[in-house]
C-alpha cells in the first residue's frame, strides 16, 4: 500500500480482503508508526489509542479490535528499558521491528491451532460447526488434507463456509439454526471460533453460540473453541448483561425487536480451547492472560 495511506484505510482494506479482524488491527497500527511524527512515547501510544477507537467504528468485530490492539501495545513497548535510553526516532524504528516480528509470530497462529485440533477429528466423525470462523475452517482443511473423511453439520450462521468446505470436498450438510437439538443426538463434537476469549475462559462468539453450547451440554457432547491467542482479553463478564454494548455489535434494533451479534457463553459450556498457545482448559485462560501481558 502507499506509504501515505491512512492507518483507517489498511485496517479496512485488510478486512475487504478477508483479514481476521485483529491481524487487521495490527497491520493499522503498524501503518500509524510508519507515518508518526510523534516526539514522545505518550504521543505515540495517544495516536494508537486514537486510531484503535476509529477502527472501532467500523462494522466489525470490537473485542478482537480492543484484545488485539492491546497486545499489540504491549508488546511493542516491552522493550523499556531500550526505548528509555535511546532517541525517540531509534525507538520508533525498534517498536517497528517489534510489530513486524509480532504480526509474524500471529499470522502463524492459525497453522499452530490446526496442529493442535488435527488428533480430536476421528474417521468417519460428524462435527457441528457454528459461526464463519476462519480458525474452524483452517483447521478442518488441514485434518481433510491429511485424507481423513469425515461429515460437518453448518448451522445456517457459518453458511459461509460452506463454498470453501464444498472447495476441499468436505461433506457439509447446512442446518436451520433452530434444528441444533434435531441433529445433536448425532454428531461427535460442537466446533465455535471466538471474537474474544474473556478473564473468564467464557467467549464471546456470533449469535447462538451460547444456545448450541448449552444443548450440546445437555446431550454431554464436548464443544471445543478454534481461537487465537490475540483474542484473549482482559474482561470478566458473568452474563450478557456484562457485555458492553460495543461488544455486542447491536443491529437495527427497536422497542420491540433486539438484534445483538454475539453472546457470552460462561466458561462452564467450553470443553477446551485449542490455541497457538497450546491446548487449554477454560480456567488456564487467566494465567495465560498473565503471561501476555507481563
Known sequence: MPADTSPLEVFKSSLDREVTTGIAAIQGLMQVLRQSKAKTLQELVELLNTETEKFKNVDCSVIAVTSASELFLRFITLAHTQLETQDFSNCLQLMLERGTNFLSKLEKARDKIATNFQPYVQEGGKILVHGSSKAVLSALVKVARLGREFHVYLTRGGIKLKKHMDAENIACTVIDDMAVGYVMKKVDCV?????????????????????????????????????????????????????????????????????????????????????DLGILTPSAVSDELINLYL
Open 191 to 275: 466446533l465455535l471460533g471466538a471474537e474474544g476469549v474473556c478473564e473468564s475462559g467464557g467467549i464471546v462468539n456470533q449469535l447462538g453460540t451460547l444456545t448450541v453450547s448449552i444443548v450440546a451440554k445437555q446431550f454431554n457432547k464436548p464443544v471445543y473453541s478454534l481461537v487465537e491467542s490475540f483474542k484473549f482479553v482482559r474482561f470478566y463478564p458473568l452474563d450478557q448483561d456484562d457485555l458492553p454494548t460495543e461488544f455486542q455489535r447491536v443491529g437495527e434494533s427497536s422497542d420491540d425487536v433486539l438484534c445483538p451479534r454475539v453472546d457470552y457463553t460462561p466458561p462452564a459450556h467450553i470443553t477446551l480451547l485449542f490455541t
